[in-house]
C-alpha cells in the first residue's frame, strides 16, 4: 500500500521562513531587546499605581527605589516623573523594536522575491504547461504579501506582546503567587482554542490563495488578450469571468473573518472569566495587603488580556503567511531545468545527426515523435512540413533543449545535446518563431538582448539594416532608443518579426531555426527580407519549419512529417512529382505549408 505523504507541519514552514532572518540577526537581536524595553513598561505602569493610591491614602513618605534622583522624594512629586520616565523608556524601546523588525521582514520578504524570481528563471519548461501565469504572479505578489504579514506583525506581536506577558505575569507571581496560579490554570483553555481556530485558519488561507490566483489569472489573460477580447465582443464574458472568481476570492475572505470575529470573542469569555474569579479572590484574600497593593495587582492583571488576545490574533496572520510560505517553498524545492551536461565549444560547425530520436511531453503517455532519423550538414537547409500538429515545433524545441528527448540520439557536432551545457548549447542555436517575444524596452536593448547586451552599436545596426527593419524604425520618434511598450504592441506584426530576426542576425550562431519566420508578414515585408534570410542561412545549418514556398523550393532537403513520424523525405522537384503527402499538401495549403 502506498504511503501518504502528510503535509508539511506549520511550526516546520514557519521555522524554515525565519532561517531567512539569519543574515539579519544582528538587526533582530536589536528589535527584540527594543521590545524587551517595551514589555519592561508594562509591571513599572502597574507598580506606579500602588504609589498614587498609597499616595491617596495619604501617605507621602519618600520613595525607595534605588535610583539617586528619586530616592527620598516624596510620592506627591515622584509618581508624575516615574510616569515620564516610563513613557520615555517605553518609547525608546518601541521605537527601537518595531524601525528595526521592520528592516528585517523588508529584507527578509526581499530576499523571498528575489529566490522566488530567480528560482522561475531555472525552472523548466514542463513547470509552466503544469502551471498558469496568474498563479505565478499571484505567488510571487500576494503570496509574499502574506509572509510580509506573517515575518512583520506576526514576529512583532509575538515577541512584544510574549514579553509583556511574561514581564506582567513575573510581576504578578512576585506580588502574590497564590492568585497567580488560579489565571495559569485557564491557559490549557486558552491553548486548546488556539490550536483549533490555527488549523481553521491554515485550511482557509490556503483556499484563499488560490482564489487570488484565478482572479490574477483573468486580469493577465484579459490584459494580453485585449485585442481578441475587443474584437469578438468579449467584454460581458470576460466581466462575468472576473467577478465570479472576485466573488469566489470574497467568500474566502469572508470565512476567514468570520471565524475570525468569532475566535476572538469566546477567548476574551475566557479570559475575563478568569479574571472575574482573580478579583473575587483578591477581595476575599486580601490579607495584610495595602489598598496600593491590592490596585497594583489588579491593574497588571487587568493589563494581561490585551497582549493574550493579540497574541490570539495573531494566529491567523501566521497561518496566512505560513500558507503564502508554503506555497513559495514548493516552487523554491521544484527541481531546475536539468543541465548536467559538460561539454561547452567556442562554436560548432553546426552538423546535425538524428538517429531514433523519439519524444513524448511529461506527464502524457502519447508519443508526440516516433523514431526519427534524418542528418544535416553544416550549412544545409532542411524543411520540416507537415499539418499542425505533426511534431514540427516539437522537434524545434528539441534542439535548444526547452525539453529532453525521451530515447534515440539528437547530435551537433556528434555531440548530443544533452551533452552540452545548456547555456553552451543555446549559443550555438538562434531561434526565431512565429510568436516574437519583445520587452517593454527599447528597440536597440530589444535586438541586444541577454548576452548580445554588449553588443555595439555598429553591429546593432548592421543587423537592422540586414533584416530589412532600418526604414521603419527610422520613422519611429527615437529610432532605434524608441521605447516599443509591452510585447512591442506599438508595432506591427511584420515590424516585431523583423526585430526578432535582426536579434537572430545578431547572435551569428552556426544554427538557425525559423519556425513559421515570416507567417507575419506582408508580401512587401517578404519580399524586402527574403534576401536576409537567405545571406543569414550562407554557412549556416538552417531548420525551416512550414516556410513558405520560396523558401522551401530551395531547401537540401524537406522532410513531411505526419503523427509525429517522417513520412517523406526529398527534394521539392522530387516529392512534387512523386504524389505523395507532399504533393497532397501542395494542392491544398496553397502558397504555404502545415497551415
Not at 488549523?199 to 493577465?220: C, E, L
Request: include cysteine; charged fraction near 20%; proline fraction near 3%.
Amino acid at each position: 500500500m502506498a504511503s501518504v505523504i502528510s503535509p508539511p507541519s506549520s511550526l516546520r514552514i514557519y521555522f524554515r521562513l525565519l532561517s531567512y532572518v539569519r543574515p539579519y540577526v544582528g538587526t533582530f537581536a536589536v528589535s527584540i531587546l527594543g521590545f524587551m524595553i517595551f514589555a519592561s513598561s508594562q509591571p513599572m505602569l502597574a507598580g506606579v499605581m500602588k504609589y498614587f493610591v498609597d499616595g491617596l491614602g495619604g501617605a507621602t513618605e519618600g520613595l525607595q527605589l534605588g535610583v539617586p534622583f528619586l530616592d527620598g522624594i516624596d510620592l506627591v512629586k515622584a509618581v508624575p516623573v516615574m510616569i515620564v520616565l516610563i513613557a520615555i523608556w517605553q518609547g525608546v524601546g518601541s521605537y527601537l523594536g518595531n524601525y528595526f523588525m521592520s528592516k528585517v521582514s523588508l529584507g527578509l520578504v526581499h530576499d523571498l522575491r528575489l529566490a522566488l524570481f530567480d528560482s522561475m528563471l531555472r525552472l523548466p519548461n514542463h513547470y509552466f504547461d503544469r502551471h498558469n501565469s496568474g498563479h505565478l504572479i499571484s505567488r510571487i505578489t500576494f503570496n509574499v504579501t502574506m509572509v510580509t504579514a506573517a515575518a512583520t506583525d506576526a514576529i512583532k506581536i509575538v515577541i512584544r506582546e510574549g514579553l509583556s506577558v511574561v514581564f506582567l505575569f513575573g510581576y504578578l507571581i512576585w506580588m502574590n503567587w497564590k492568585l497567580t496560579l488560579v489565571m495559569v490554570a485557564v491557559l490549557p483553555v486558552i491553548s486548546v482554542l488556539v490550536s483549533r481556530a490555527s488549523r481553521k485558519f491554515r485550511k482557509q488561507a490556503k483556499k484563499i490563495q488560490r482564489a487570488m490566483g484565478d482572479v490574477t489569472h483573468v486580469v493577465s489573460e484579459t490584459i494580453q488578450g485585449y485585442r481578441v477580447v475587443r474584437s469578438f465582443g468579449g467584454e460581458d464574458y470576460e466581466s462575468r469571468r472576473f467577478r465570479e472568481a472576485s466573488e469566489n476570492n470574497t467568500r474566502k475572505q469572508l470565512r476567514m473573518g468570520k471565524t475570525n470575529a468569532t475566535y476572538t470573542p469566546m477567548l476574551q469569555v475566557v479570559i475575563y472569566s478568569a479574571m472575574s474569579v482573580v478579583l473575587f479572590l483578591v477581595l476575599l484574600l486580601r490579607g495584610d495587603a495595602s489598598a496600593g497593593d491590592l490596585v497594583a495587582y489588579i491593574t497588571a492583571a487587568a493589563m494581561l488580556p490585551k497582549p493574550i488576545r493579540q497574541l490570539s490574533e495573531v494566529s491567523s496572520k501566521i497561518q496566512r503567511g505560513v500558507a503564502g510560505a508554503e506555497s513559495i517553498f514548493e516552487q523554491l524545492d521544484e527541481p531546475s531545468e536539468a543541465d548536467s551536461g559538460t561539454v561547452a565549444r567556442e562554436r560548432v560547425e553546426g552538423r546535425i545527426e538524428v538517429r531514433g530520436l523519439s519524444f513524448r511531453y511529461p506527464g502524457t503517455e502519447r508519443e508526440v515523435l516516433h523514431e526519427l532519423s534524418f542528418d544535416v550538414q553544416p550549412g544545409q537547409m532542411v524543411a520540416l512540413v507537415g499539418r499542425s500538429g505533426s511534431g514540427k515545433s516539437t522537434l524545434a524545441s528539441l534542439f535548444t533543449r526547452f525539453y529532453d528527448h525521451d530515447c534515440g540520439e539528437l547530435c551537433i557536432d556528434g555531440v548530443d545535446v544533452r551533452d552540452y551545457t545548456l547555456r553552451n548549447l543555446r549559443r550555438h542555436v538562434a531561434l526565431v518563431s512565429q510568436q516574437v517575444t519583445l520587452f517593454n524596452d527599447t528597440v536597440a536593448n530589444n535586438i541586444a538582448y541577454g548576452d548580445l547586451a554588449d553588443a555595439p552599436r555598429e553591429a546593432i545596426e548592421a543587423a537592422v539594416e540586414a533584416a530589412a527593419a532600418k526604414e521603419f524604425i527610422d520613422r519611429l520618434p527615437n529610432g532605434l532608443d524608441t521605447e516599443i511598450g509591452e510585447n512591442g504592441v506599438m508595432l506591427s506584426g511584420g515590424q516585431r518579426q523583423r526585430l526578432a530576426i535582426a536579434r537572430a542576425l545578431l547572435k551569428n550562431a552556426p544554427i538557425l531555426i525559423l519556425d513559421e519566420a515570416t507567417s507575419a508578414l506582408d508580401t512587401e515585408s517578404e519580399r524586402l527580407i527574403q534576401a536576409a534570410i537567405e545571406r543569414l542561412m550562407v554557412g549556416r545549418t538552417t531548420i525551416v519549419i512550414a516556410h513558405r514556398l520560396s523558401t522551401i523550393e530551395k531547401a537540401d532537403q524537406i522532410l513531411v512529417m505526419e503523427n509525429g513520424r517522417i513520412v517523406e523525405r526529398g527534394t521539392h522537384a522530387e516529392l512534387s512529382v512523386r504524389g505523395g503527402p507532399y504533393a497532397r499538401l501542395q494542392a491544398v495549403g496553397g502558397e504555404e505549408y502545415g497551415n
